[in-house]
Nanobody
């Protein structure tokens, strides 16, 4: 059974870079055919898909992102990572990593098969 676990700081200062890592166990992030995604949940709002990296390393980003963002992976550690630059207090959210099959639309949150537990990140000085 695949498990995903987010890690990173819970407090980031405005204008800095928010960096989170998702450690995956029970499945290789290089195994076909999956997207490995980051999803955020703003307070009192619905889930928002942010970005994803595929099993073969292709990266995809939501056109709705308001900040420069990157997704990367370390196949040796079986991890993938989010970087969100120049954050503001609006980026205070719960951030989750997730997995879904590539036979569905990557932004379709309803099709996500597996979730991390999520991590609260606060942007504040």
């Amino acid at each position: 059974q695949v498990q995903l676990q987010e890690s990173g700081p819970d407090l980031v200062k405005p204008s800095q870079t928010l960096s989170l890592t998702c450690t995956v166990s029970g499945a290789a992030i290089t195994a076909a055919y999956y997207y490995w995604s980051w999803v955020r949940q703003p307070p009192a709002k619905g889930l928002e898909w942010m970005e994803a990296i595929t099993y073969d390393g292709t990266t995809l980003y939501s056109p709705s992102l308001k900040r420069p963002a990157t997704i990367s992976r370390d196949t040796q550690k079986n991890q993938f990572a989010l970087q969100l630059k120049s954050v503001t207090p609006e980026d205070t959210d719960v951030y989750c990593c997730a997995r879904l099959r590539t036979d569905t639309r990557v932004e379709n949150i309803d099709e996500i098969d597996d979730w991390g537990q999520g991590t609260q990140v606060t942007v504040s000085s």
